[in-house]
């Protein structure tokens, strides 16, 4: 069902303020796993990192978009569509990076050092992500926003992120398996390709569609 015009842009003002707290946390978030990735030599708490930076210029593109509905003004088909293909885009860096680094990992024997900082922020990531996607997406489905949904899936990837990087930090710090590290990369870019695809076609907000 459409949203009135004054139900429209409260739920947009609502994505905005999601948007602005997906951009503080993941910029604090980014800095401290990209720090604690490099020192220890873990692709997959750097990919975290990077993930969180991705997740950040999804959100400047949401915020950037929905502040014109705030104010009044109509929805720019074209727009949306463009803001769209954006976050799609960082689907795809994301997964180059993490297939890249994973296979050379692979390759020259890479062994990651056991990372706290990295297994304490993931682990409250995997509190935080899904409580805010799932927020996301009702708000996107109501709104019936292919730009905020998207917005959502990119927070959903980065909660699926958070879960496979906690479980390769803990795997190496229990059992040494330092292989695990490249693969829970390649898991999540399995799942940045799939989600980019999806948005770049606008298949996302049809999905939701037929879910509501």
């Known amino acids: 069902m459409t949203a009135t015009p004054s139900t429209g842009r409260r739920l947009a003002r609502t994505a905005v303020g999601l948007g602005v707290f997906t951009i503080v946390y993941n910029v604090i978030e980014g800095v401290v796993a990209v720090a604690a990735g490099v020192m220890a030599g873990a692709v997959s708490l750097v990919g975290f990192g990077l993930d969180s930076g991705i997740e950040v210029i999804s959100a400047i593109v949401v915020v ?99 879960v496979t990087t906690f479980l390769a930090l803990l795997a190496y710090l229990l059992l040494g398996w330092t292989w695990l590290d490249a693969v829970a990369g390649f898991v999540i870019a399995v799942f940045a390709i799939m989600e980019g695809r999806e948005a770049w076609e606008g298949e996302l907000v049809e999905s939701s569609e037929e879910e509501h």
């Open 64 to 162: 950037v978009r929905l502040a014109a509905e705030v104010r009044g003004g109509e929805p720019d088909e074209r727009k949306e569509k463009l803001a769209l293909r954006a976050v799609a885009v960082t689907f795809f860096l994301l997964a180059t990076y993490l297939i890249v680094e994973g296979v050379h990992d692979l390759l020259v024997g890479g062994r990651p050092e056991t990372s706290v900082v990295g297994i304490v922020l993931t682990a409250l990531s995997i509190v935080i992500m899904p409580t805010l996607a799932a927020i996301k997406r009702r708000v996107g489905i109501r709104m019936g926003s292919a730009l905020v949904i998207a917005d959502a899936a990119e927070t959903r990837l980065c909660a699926v992120l958070s």
